[in-house]
């Protein structure tokens, strides 16, 4: 069975930081590229950042210097280190796992990301 269990978000200042772990299924970890999206109320879903197996990172513009994601393949673990945390990083955090053998992503049930200003 595939899984995905997102922990470590809640609620944190301006300036701010969290860490962001997210649990996969030893099944897909390794043919995946794991990414974490996130989605603000009224707004779609965006990606963030992603790592591919052999980690290689891509980062969207507005995290970057911010945000750092890893990914542990002996843990089957992905990561998000959050600093500086600005409120428009508000928002449900969704991991990701991009398949490379068949076309299908796997999502998890997301987890809180509120920033205060």
């Known amino acids: 069975q595939v899984q995905l269990v997102e922990s470590g978000g809640g609620l944190v200042q301006a300036g701010g930081s969290l860490r962001l772990s997210c649990a996969a299924s030893?099944?897909?970890?390794?043919?995946?590229?794991m990414g974490w999206y996130r989605q603000a109320p009224g707004k779609q879903r965006e990606l963030v950042a992603d790592i591919t197996s052999g980690g290689i990172t891509n980062y969207a513009d507005s995290v970057k210097g911010r945000l750092t994601i890893s990914r542990d393949n002996a843990k089957k673990t992905m990561f998000l280190q959050m600093n500086n945390l600005k409120p428009e990083d508000t928002g449900v955090y969704y991991c990701?796992?991009?398949?490379?053998?068949?076309?299908?992503?796997?999502w998890g049930q997301g987890t809180q990301v509120t920033v205060s200003s």
């Open positions: 030893a099944t897909i970890f390794s043919i995946s590229t």
């Open positions: 990701s796992a991009k398949r490379f053998d068949v076309s299908l992503t796997h």
